[in-house]
């Protein structure tokens, strides 16, 4: 057996694995709830868990890969990681029957570069700490900007669906899929300069402020325009940045025509605000957003900010239905805010399970957001993400999804 017909072998029994999973009944159902919740409906809240440290996660040699070839080694570890959230994770995921090949493209970006020292204390963990050189600390620096062009390379989306069918496509079908819209200035704008200078910028120089959103606005619009005219934004995917994508969206675009903005999320944030007022998050981020966001389906704001005290700022994106609500917002305060005519998306700390856990905390906090938005006829979804560490004990993780899922169960019914 030569080492490709070994490694093909491998992949298609995961992959036949993977189709029951998704194909099961339980999986048909979590996928309409993902779909209803975005709807407005009530229903069980999605639970989900994302951003994991994967690298401490590998419980009893589980995700030990055995491909030799580097691709299908890839296409392994995808797969193990899947079965491995299904066995061991009493929550949600984004498991659904069709394997999907992204579209590729590069992006020559906007002219500005990032300067950099990182200190890591686990040399495995992604998540370091980080000290930001202010490059756009002078207005001539802004000369750097330049136009970002997209260049899309449907020859290699061709390609890649040939091979990946080579292996399974006759398991599962393969998909070529586009892309959604993730759109956070302001953190790359703090990766740029450090979160002091721009504040202090608030202050001292807010027109400079206002012509770097300026430029980022112009390219964001551009690289918008190109993406569309490219085909390559798509509004299939289950996920929407840790959180539920699906949605009825009423049919915008021709059939069988590439999709656009409107037929699509944009997702947007701005999470170094957390100290602004509300009213300077309104002047430098959302007046800028929203026209931007206004050529899309839906709307999805927030991430790590806590919002609690600027909803009603928020409202003015014309197609807003879905906000962040992050560990340190109101959560009550949020869903009276929202009521149901938008989604609250719920983010419990992940400090929970960093070194221990505690089922009275977890329980705890999952009521709180389960009681808020009972009581202010509220649908949401609850999503565990910016997870750095789980303390080297994939059993936190386990122990959290149990817990939540426990408290849902009571008041929802099991999924």
Request: with cysteine; glycine share 6%; net charge negative.
């Amino acid at each position: 057996m030569s080492e490709f017909q070994r490694d093909r072998g491998i992949v298609r029994e995961l992959t036949k694995r993977y189709l029951e999973i998704a194909v099961s009944d339980r999986h048909v159902r979590m996928r309409r709830r993902f779909r209803d919740s975005n709807d407005l409906k009530i229903v069980r809240p999605p639970l989900i868990m994302e951003e994991i440290p994967w690298h401490e996660m590998n419980f009893e040699h589980e995700l030990d890969c055995l491909c030799e070839d580097p691709g299908m080694r890839g296409m392994e570890y995808g797969l193990r990681v899947a079965l491995f959230r299904e066995k061991h994770f009493r929550c949600d995921n984004y498991i659904e029957p069709v394997w999907v090949v992204s579209k590729s493209y590069s992006n020559t970006g906007h002219g500005f570069s990032i300067r950099e020292e990182r200190l890591a204390v686990d040399r495995n963990n992604g998540i370091v700490s980080h000290r930001y050189e202010d490059v756009l600390a002078e207005e001539e620096s802004l000369a750097a900007y330049h136009d970002p062009v997209i260049t899309p390379y449907p020859e290699n989306d061709k390609k890649n669906k040939e091979h990946v069918e080579e292996i399974v496509g006759d398991i599962l079908p393969v998909e070529i899929r586009g892309h959604g819209i993730y759109y956070a200035p302001w953190d790359e704008i703090a990766m740029l300069r450090g979160v002091e200078p721009i504040l202090i910028d608030m202050v001292e120089r807010p027109e400079y402020l206002h012509r770097i959103m300026r430029l980022f606005t112009r390219a964001m619009t551009l690289t918008m325009d190109q993406m569309e005219a490219y085909g390559l934004y798509d509004p299939r995917s289950l996920s929407l940045h840790c959180t539920p994508g699906s949605v009825t969206v009423p049919a915008a675009s021709e059939p069988g025509m590439p999709y656009l903005c409107r037929d699509i999320w944009f997702r947007t944030m701005a999470q170094m605000f957390s100290t602004v007022s509300p009213d300077a998050h309104d002047e430098f981020d959302l007046q800028y957003s929203i026209p931007l966001a206004a050529r899309c389906a839906y709307t999805y704001y927030g991430c790590c900010e806590p919002l609690s005290d600027r909803i009603d700022k928020l409202k003015q994106y014309p197609n807003l239905r879905k906000v962040g609500c992050s560990p340190w917002a109101d959560v009550e305060r949020t869903a009276e805010a929202l009521g149901g005519a938008y989604v609250l998306s719920r983010k419990p700390n992940p400090a929970h399970v960093a070194h221990r856990t505690d089922r009275a905390e977890i329980r705890a906090e999952i009521e709180e957001t389960v009681k808020a938005c009972r009581k202010y006829g509220c649908p949401c979804d609850i999503t565990l993400k910016d997870i750095s560490t789980v303390g080297y004990r994939p059993e936190n993780l386990f122990e959290w999804a149990q817990a939540a899922s426990e408290v849902l169960d009571e008041y929802y019914g099991e999924a």
